[in-house]
């Protein structure tokens, strides 16, 4: 069982206000790593001796300047995870908007909060400081079920996630070929969970009942209904620990059989 303590280890969390972030952060917690939160608004539920930030994933300057204060107050990271993301009901396809008509602005802004905001920055400014450490790290992005099927309507968040997919291999192989073996770079994707991201498209606003959406989601997902945020937990616990220390580059489907079933 030691080989998924996380003791000793110091965990960043962006996006760990959030509702799948929040879960998470709680697991590593749980496991014994020490946390920073680093969001764009406080968590609500401020965990026990846990830290937290306030930082525009967007900004370059901003993730610098958190990095630093955690670097100060923690004195290395280990583990960084990287739940910033979201999508935006004009980005995406509807009966009153068509894929023609939708907003460019809004198609760059998803693209650009998951891809840059959810990935390449934070790579950058907290990556830098991981592959000095002597243990090693390990940088964990979120993915999405849109990166291995395309789904309809949501066509700027399954470019970007289909895109945080790819640089996360990408980045893998970099961090390993330019000699930091012991930085390892891998993401989670999440089937289908309830969020406020998501909620519109899945449940009806005035009763909560399923959308036609959200039915044919439970009816090809195996095991039948949507996943509870706490069911991420294991999957990054064994990301971040010893436990995958021969593991990179990989992106994990946490699912419940959708990516798995063909609909026959």
Not at 20 to 37: D, R, V
Not at 38 to 47: E, H
Request: net charge negative; aromatic share 8%; proline share 4%.
């Amino acid at each position: 069982m030691n080989l998924f303590s996380l003791e000793g280890k110091n965990a960043v969390i962006l996006g760990g206000a959030g509702i799948l972030g929040a879960s998470i952060t709680s697991g590593l917690k749980e496991y014994g790593a020490k946390i920073a939160i680093a969001d764009a608004r406080p968590p609500k539920n401020q965990l026990e001796g846990s830290k937290s930030y306030i930082v525009d994933a967007m900004s370059k300057d901003s993730l610098v300047q958190v990095c630093e204060s955690i670097m100060q107050d923690f004195g290395k990271i280990d583990i960084l995870v990287n739940a910033v993301g979201g999508n935006k009901p004009d980005a995406t396809c509807s009966d009153e908007i068509s894929f023609f008509d939708l907003s460019e602005k809004s198609l760059q802004d998803v693209v650009n909060l998951n891809l840059f905001g959810g990935a390449i920055l934070p790579a950058q400014v907290f990556g830098r400081y991981m592959m000095n450490n002597p243990g090693g790290g390990s940088i964990i992005n979120v993915s999405s079920m849109c990166a291995f099927r395309p789904l309809t309507r949501v066509v700027g968040y399954s470019a970007a996630k289909a895109a945080v997919s790819n640089f996360t291999q990408w980045l893998a192989v970099h961090v390993a070929q330019a000699g930091h073996t012991d930085l390892r770079v891998n993401a989670i994707a999440p089937g289908f969970f309830l969020t406020d991201q998501n909620r519109f498209l899945l449940t009806e606003k005035d009763t909560g009942e399923l959308t036609k959406r959200g039915t044919a989601i439970i009816d090809h997902t195996p095991m039948g209904r949507f996943g509870d945020p706490d069911d991420l937990i294991g999957t990054v616990v064994w990301l971040a620990s010893d436990a995958s220390r021969f593991v990179t580059g990989l992106v994990v489907p946490i699912d419940g059989g959708f990516s798995a079933f063909s609909g026959v």
